[in-house]
């Protein structure tokens, strides 16, 4: 295992270095044996990090030599392409028969490859679309990967036609039919028919959709022994991502409906897609959309997914952390309120808490943790007086209600209400100064009692 982790840094050195040292030291023999043994180890590793460095290096090489050697490097190429093809095409054969093993893990190269480069393997998709059709009881991991190889090859010929300056016919029709059928296979898997097994405009769409859906929900947690699902999951999440944040941004879905599942992930899957979403926020406010609907459906949603692990577990390390993902997302959010910012959205921050209140207080006490996930962020954006109303409005709530009887449940409320009583005590103002006097108040002020009366 140790030596399996070395792989991917040993092959990266080339990338670091000067190649036409190779041709003015007469080293051209030792740059042809680095090329064959990168390609050997394309072939014989299967893992994620080890393919994806030999393709950088072998990319490199043929684009970043010169002459003869530029020459040698392209052809190591095109023979290792020719390979992999010859290889997948003995593989499904196998599949066929009931071994899957190597096909999984040539879909896996050959995926690693589409992801840097056009791969021409028309000569196999059509052999990719009988296995995926004809045997629906292959594994997941080699679903995925068909699919996902798939959906690499008509995008990289969606790109060939958009960067053509004449397009033929054939091309266009060659493009639809695959798209055509990417489609009818994600829709098969995600069980998402058609009323009446009627395929309507939308349709293809909501499949889209409820596959980035499902990329997204997926929990970063994953045991050892399902690596190739994480393998997956991790290096599609940035690309689902992408492909979502641009269909909001250019109106082909409405942002009501997609933007909060983007926002919702905010702070779930670290830096690359945090940094996706800032330019969804950026792109949202710069066009003045209802934030406030946006933002508010964002933080439902993380707060359901909670709900939704409370209810499957006793507590435990998950909790904790879908509980703290829903702080950190109301956290990032409210705090794209600063400045001239809050001036501008203060309806908005006023209208999230008003109605983010509501929901929490729906079906209470089942969803008063919203109040000290969420609202307490934005409520500490208010200024003093406005805190006051939100305090009174929140313990109104309550009259008439014997929170006793569940005390866990309620305590959420009491968190809420507490700090919303401590923000309101630090910012009052002493009395003399309320009542517009100039006494000057020296030493310690006296303790006060009853800031704010409590619901009888």
Known sequence: MADKAKIPSFVEIIVHMNLELYSLKRQEQNFKNVLQLMK??????????????????????????????????GNKLKNLEDELIAKLKSAMKEAVG?????????????????????????????DIVKVIHNFRNVDDDVVSFLLLNMYLHVAWSLQSIVNSETISEAQLSSLLSKCNILFEELEYFLRTPSEE?????????????????????????TDDEDTNKEYIEKTNRDAVMIAATKLTAS???????????????FVMHGTSVAEIVKHLLTIIKKKDDDISNIFLEALKRAHQWHLEELSKSDGGSVIRKSFQDCKDLADRLSGTFMGAA???????????????????????PKQLSFLESAMLHFVSKL?????LEILKDVQSRTKNVNTD?????????FTFVDNLREKYAKNEG??????????????RPKKRQNIVPTMQ
């Not at 393919?51 to 090489?61: D, E, G, P, Q, T």
């Not at 002493?430 to 030493?443: I, M, Q």
Request: aromatic fraction near 10%; include cysteine; glycine fraction near 6%.
């Open 40 to 73: 050997g180890s394309f072939f014989k590793h299967g893992e994620k990090e080890a393919l994806r460095s030999c393709v950088k290096a072998i990319l490199f090489c043929s684009t970043e030599s010169q002459g003869e050697l530029k020459d040698f490097a």
């Open 98 to 126: 009931g071994d899957e093993y190597f096909l999984l893990v040539n879909l896996k190269r050959l995926y690693e490859l589409q992801l840097s480069k056009v791969v021409p393997i028309e000569s196999i998709f059509e």
């Open 197 to 221: 097994t009627k395929v309507n405009k939308y349709s293809n769409l909501l499949a889209c959709r409820e596959l980035c859906e499902q990329q997204l929900n997926i929990s970063d947690e």
């Open 251 to 265: 109106d082909t879905v409405s942002k009501e409906s997609l933007a909060p599942g983007i926002i919702s992930h």
């Open 342 to 364: 809050w001036n501008k959205h203060r309806a908005d921050i006023l209208k999230i808490i008003k109605e983010g209140i509501e929901y929490a207080f729906k079906n209470a």
């Open 383 to 387: 200024p003093t007086p406005a805190v």
């Open 405 to 413: 009887e569940d005390p866990n449940g309620w305590r959420p409320y």
């Open 430 to 443: 002493l009395p003399d100064e309320k009542e517009g006097t100039n006494v000057r108040c020296r030493g």
